[in-house]
């Protein structure tokens, strides 16, 4: 069975500190998919990122990044300089063989 | 502007009661979720469905009911045998119709409210 375990419940830090949001995965296929989505306090879950499990190249986007590691199965977040509006509820999820499953989501409060 | 629409964002149930909660898409999005999401548990599907007038359970399915009569349409009915139905209802969709573990990214709606009174 796939199952994707986010260890960090909750993290608070102060605004422009950098904060790094864990994502550790299991599954046995070979092709998969990996995701994190935002979820402000509106409620909405936006897409911010997918991986295949074939491209280990880490990416980066403005003040977000990430890290994908197939030997620790994991697929950890960073936002660095993090800003008041990063507050929200992160979700990391895994997606194959007909199937998809999210993390239990790690809450992120950034202090001004 | 294109999306996904969920109503009402708040929603109170008497025990006993069905109610119904909508979703609404204008991406021309082949398939459609519901997820339910309680504190600490994450996501957990529903129901979801792929083409018109076809859907599949999904986790959790227990309780609740689902039509697809129209493309952009999957509304979600919360019977009165769901016994725990106090929790967070997110919509979503996505272009391809098997996207569970085909990759294709679900984009979701901003949720719906359900609290039993």
């Known amino acids: 069975a796939q199952k994707v375990t986010q260890a960090q419940t909750e993290i608070s830090v102060v605004e422009k500190e950098d904060v790094t949001l864990d994502c550790v995965y299991e599954?046995?296929?070979?092709?998969?998919?990996l995701f994190w989505y935002k979820q402000p306090p509106s409620g909405e879950l936006v897409f911010l990122i997918r991986?295949?499990?074939?491209?280990?190249q880490n990416e980066i986007s403005g003040r977000y990044s990430w890290n994908f590691q197939k030997s620790t199965s994991s697929f950890n977040f960073t936002i660095t300089a993090s800003q008041v509006v990063d507050s929200a509820v992160y979700f990391c999820?895994?997606?194959?063989?007909?199937?998809?499953?999210f993390g239990a989501g790690t809450r992120l409060t950034v202090k001004p | 502007d294109g999306g996904i629409t969920q109503s009402p964002k708040y929603l109170f149930r008497k025990e006993g009661q069905n109610v119904t909660l909508s979703c609404e898409q204008n991406?021309?999005?082949?398939?459609m979720y519901w997820y339910r999401q309680d504190p600490g548990q994450g996501l957990r599907l529903i129901y979801y469905?792929?083409?018109?007038?076809?859907?599949q359970k999904g986790d959790i399915a227990e309780g609740y009911s689902v039509s697809r009569e129209k493309k952009e349409s999957f509304p979600l009915t919360v019977t009165s045998a769901q016994k725990n139905p106090t929790a967070f209802y997110l919509c979503?969709?996505?272009?391809?119709?098997?996207?569970?573990?085909?990759?294709?990214?679900?984009?979701f709606g901003e949720g719906s409210w359900l609290t039993v009174v």
């Open positions: 979503a969709s996505s272009i391809d119709r098997d996207a569970l573990g085909s990759g294709n990214t679900i984009y």
């Open positions: 599954t046995r296929d070979t092709t998969y998919y």
């Open positions: 991986r295949n499990s074939f491209d280990e």
């Open positions: 999820a895994l997606s194959s063989n007909n199937d998809m499953r």
């Open positions: 991406l021309n999005h082949d398939a």
């Open positions: 469905s792929q083409i018109v007038n076809d859907f």
